[in-house]
C-alpha cells in the first residue's frame, strides 16, 4: 500500500519504551508517510533528538520556541497539519493529562489543538497501569470520538516485574495504521474497516426475565454492556449485525441490521433460531436463565396466600443447541462466568457447548464483572489460551474480534 502523502505526529513521552519509536519512524518512512516527532523533555532521556530527527529527516519539536534559532514552533499548526496523531509511548503522565486536558507542554497543546483521529499507546509499569486514577484516565479518552488505544500488552517490564503493561509492538501499531489507512479515504470519519463486509454476525446479550407472575421474575445483574459494545466493534469493522438483545437500559447501536427486543429465554431461543442459518459468525454473550418457573401465575400472588414453593424447569441451552447444529464455516463464540476454577470450566463449556472461542470473564477480578466499563477476559481458541489486559470494554471487544479475525479468516 502506498503512504505517500500520509501526515504522522508522532508524540513521544518518557517512558524506555520510547526507544521503539525509533522503529515506528522507520518502517512508516520507509513506507512513504511523512513523520514529525513531537517530544517531551523526558522522552529526550530515553532517545536523543539527533536519532529522531535523522530517522524523520525532520526536526524534532519539544519546546514552543526554538531558543537556538528564535523561532515559535506553531502547535496550532501541525496540529491541523496531521492526518493522524499517535502518541507512542504514551506514559501515565501523559495520559493523565490528556484526560485532563492540561497543557503544560508543546506535546500537549498539540494534542489540544489536533482535529485528526488520536491514537496513544500506553506504557507503564503494570501497578500503575492496573491504578483506579490511569482507569478512570483510560476511559475517559477511549470515550471521546477518534480516539483509540493499542494495548497495551502484557510482558516482561522495566521495572523487572512482568504483567500488563508493555507497549504494544511497533510492527503491530504500524500494521493498525495500515489496516486503518486501507480502510477509509476520509480521515475525518471514525475508522470503519472492511475486514467484515458483507459477513453476518449474531450477537446475544444482556440478562433474561423469567416470569413468576405478572410483576415478579428471576433475571440476574448482566448489564448486556459487552455485547452491545461488541456489536458497535462489528460495525466499525463492516459487518452486518443482527443483536437479539434481553432487557437493558441501552441504547442499541447505530447501523444495526436488525434488532429484537426479547424478555424470557424462550422468546430469546426463538428469536436466535430464526437467525440460525444466515450467521457467519455467532455471539452469546447474554447471561441467559438457566432455569424458569413451571408456571406463571396469572395476576399477582397475594401475601395472604402464604409462602409457596415456585417449581422451576430448565431453559433450552441455546448455545449448546447452536453448537449441536452448527455449519462448518459458522463460527460461535461462548462467553462463560465464572468464579472459581475458572479456566477448567472454560474449557469444558468451549468442548461441551461445540464453541470454537470460548471468553472467560472472572467476576472476582477487579475491573470485571457487572455493569462496568471495563472487564479483563481469557480467550480460550484453537489458537490456545490468550490472556487479554484490563481495558474497557470497547477495547476487548476490538482484541476479541482480533482474535476472531485470526481464527475466522486465517486458520
Ligand atoms: N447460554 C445459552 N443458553 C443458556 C445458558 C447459557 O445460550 N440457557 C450461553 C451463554 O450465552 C454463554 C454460555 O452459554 O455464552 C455459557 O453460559 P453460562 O451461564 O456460563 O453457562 P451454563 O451452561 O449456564 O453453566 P453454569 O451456569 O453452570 O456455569
Same mark, same amino acid.
Given at each position: 500500500?502506498?503512504?505517500?502523502?500520509?501526515?504522522?505526529?508522532?508524540?513521544?513521552?518518557?517512558?524506555?519504551?520510547?526507544?521503539?519509536a525509533?522503529?515506528?519512524?522507520?518502517q512508516?518512512?520507509?513506507?512513504?508517510?511523512e513523520?514529525?516527532?513531537?517530544?517531551?523533555?523526558?522522552?529526550l532521556?530515553?532517545?536523543?533528538?539527533?536519532?529522531?530527527?535523522?530517522?524523520?529527516?525532520?526536526?524534532v519539536?519539544?519546546?514552543?520556541?526554538?531558543?537556538?534559532?528564535?523561532?515559535?514552533?506553531?502547535?496550532?499548526?501541525?496540529g491541523?497539519?496531521?492526518?493522524?496523531?499517535?502518541i507512542?509511548?504514551?506514559?501515565?503522565? *501523559?495520559?493523565?493529562?490528556?484526560?485532563?486536558?492540561?497543557?503544560?507542554n508543546?506535546?500537549?497543546?498539540?494534542?489540544?489543538?489536533?482535529?485528526?483521529?488520536?491514537w496513544?499507546?500506553p506504557?507503564?509499569?503494570?501497578?500503575?497501569?492496573?491504578?483506579p486514577?490511569?482507569?478512570?484516565?483510560?476511559?475517559?479518552?477511549?470515550?471521546?470520538?477518534?480516539?483509540?488505544?493499542?494495548?497495551?500488552?502484557?510482558?516482561?517490564?522495566?521495572?523487572?516485574?512482568s504483567?500488563?503493561?508493555?507497549?504494544?509492538?511497533?510492527q503491530?501499531?504500524?500494521?493498525?495504521?495500515?489496516?486503518?489507512?486501507?480502510s477509509?479515504?476520509?480521515?475525518?470519519?471514525p475508522?470503519?474497516?472492511?475486514?467484515?463486509?458483507?459477513?453476518?454476525?449474531?450477537?446475544?446479550?444482556?440478562?433474561t426475565?423469567?416470569?413468576?407472575?405478572?410483576?415478579?421474575?428471576?433475571s440476574?445483574?448482566?448489564?448486556?454492556?459487552?455485547?452491545? *459494545?461488541?456489536?458497535?466493534?462489528?460495525?466499525e469493522?463492516?459487518?452486518?449485525?443482527?443483536?437479539?438483545?434481553?432487557p437493558?437500559?441501552?441504547?442499541p447501536?447505530?447501523?444495526?441490521?436488525?434488532?429484537?427486543?426479547?424478555?424470557?429465554?424462550?422468546?430469546?431461543?426463538?428469536a436466535?433460531?430464526?437467525?440460525?442459518?444466515q450467521?457467519?459468525?455467532?455471539?452469546?454473550?447474554?447471561?441467559?436463565?438457566?432455569?424458569?418457573?413451571?408456571?406463571k401465575k396469572?395476576?399477582?400472588?397475594?401475601?395472604?396466600?402464604?409462602?409457596?414453593p415456585?417449581?422451576?424447569?430448565?431453559n433450552p441451552?441455546i448455545?449448546?443447541?447452536?453448537?449441536?447444529n452448527?455449519?462448518a464455516?459458522?463460527?460461535?463464540v461462548?462467553?462463560?462466568?465464572? *468464579?472459581?476454577?475458572?479456566?477448567a470450566?472454560?474449557a469444558?463449556?468451549?468442548?461441551?457447548?461445540?464453541?470454537?472461542?470460548?471468553?472467560?470473564?472472572?467476576?472476582?477480578?477487579?475491573?470485571?464483572?457487572f455493569?462496568?466499563?471495563?472487564?479483563?477476559?481469557?480467550?480460550?481458541?484453537?489458537?490456545?489460551?490468550?490472556?487479554?489486559?484490563?481495558?474497557?470494554?470497547?477495547?476487548?471487544?476490538?482484541?476479541?474480534i482480533?482474535?476472531?479475525?485470526?481464527?475466522?479468516?486465517?486458520?
Amino acid at each position: 500500500m502506498d503512504w505517500a502523502g500520509r501526515k504522522i505526529l508522532l508524540g513521544i513521552t518518557g517512558s524506555i519504551a520510547a526507544y521503539k519509536a525509533t522503529w515506528i519512524i522507520r518502517q512508516l518512512k520507509s513506507k512513504g508517510a511523512e513523520v514529525q516527532v513531537v517530544c517531551s523533555t523526558d522522552a529526550l532521556g530515553f532517545v536523543t533528538p539527533l536519532t529522531l530527527a535523522t530517522l524523520s529527516e525532520r526536526p524534532v519539536y519539544t519546546e514552543f520556541v526554538r531558543s537556538d534559532q528564535g523561532e515559535w514552533v506553531n502547535h496550532v499548526a501541525l496540529g491541523l497539519w496531521a492526518d493522524l496523531m499517535l502518541i507512542a509511548p504514551c506514559s501515565a503522565h *501523559t495520559l493523565a493529562k490528556m484526560a485532563g486536558g492540561l497543557c503544560d507542554n508543546l506535546l500537549m497543546a498539540v494534542y489540544l489543538s489536533a482535529r485528526c483521529p488520536v491514537w496513544f499507546a500506553p506504557a507503564m509499569d503494570l501497578d500503575m497501569w492496573k491504578h483506579p486514577a490511569t482507569s478512570r484516565n483510560v476511559n475517559e479518552l477511549i470515550s471521546r470520538p477518534n480516539h483509540r488505544m493499542l494495548g497495551p500488552a502484557s510482558g516482561a517490564l522495566a521495572s523487572g516485574l512482568s504483567g500488563v503493561g508493555r507497549m504494544s509492538e511497533p510492527q503491530e501499531i504500524v500494521d493498525a495504521m495500515e489496516q486503518w489507512w486501507l480502510s477509509t479515504n476520509d480521515q475525518a470519519r471514525p475508522p470503519v474497516l472492511d475486514t467484515w463486509r458483507g459477513k453476518k454476525v449474531l450477537i446475544t446479550a444482556g440478562p433474561t426475565r423469567e416470569a413468576i407472575d405478572d410483576v415478579r421474575y428471576i433475571s440476574n445483574h448482566s448489564s448486556g454492556k459487552m455485547g452491545y *459494545t461488541l456489536a458497535q466493534a462489528f460495525l466499525e469493522q463492516g459487518a452486518e449485525v443482527m443483536l437479539i438483545s434481553g432487557p437493558v437500559s441501552l441504547s442499541p447501536p447505530q447501523g444495526l441490521q436488525s434488532f429484537v427486543a426479547v424478555e424470557s429465554a424462550l422468546e430469546m431461543h426463538q428469536a436466535v433460531e430464526k437467525y440460525q442459518e444466515q450467521f457467519n459468525v455467532g455471539i452469546f454473550c447474554a447471561a441467559v436463565a438457566d432455569f424458569r418457573p413451571v408456571h406463571k401465575k396469572d395476576g399477582k400472588i397475594k401475601k395472604k396466600d402464604g409462602v409457596s414453593p415456585i417449581a422451576l424447569v430448565a431453559n433450552p441451552d441455546i448455545l449448546a443447541e447452536i453448537g449441536r447444529n452448527k455449519r462448518a464455516d459458522q463460527f460461535l463464540v461462548g462467553f462463560a462466568l465464572e *468464579t472459581e476454577n475458572g479456566l477448567a470450566e472454560a474449557a469444558r463449556k468451549k468442548s461441551t457447548k461445540q464453541c470454537d472461542l470460548l471468553v472467560l470473564n472472572h467476576l472476582n477480578d477487579p475491573g470485571a464483572g457487572f455493569g462496568l466499563d471495563t472487564n479483563q477476559v481469557t480467550l480460550l481458541s484453537n489458537m490456545g489460551i490468550t490472556e487479554l489486559p484490563l481495558a474497557p470494554k470497547i477495547e476487548i471487544a476490538r482484541q476479541i474480534i482480533q482474535h476472531i479475525t485470526k481464527c475466522y479468516f486465517h486458520s
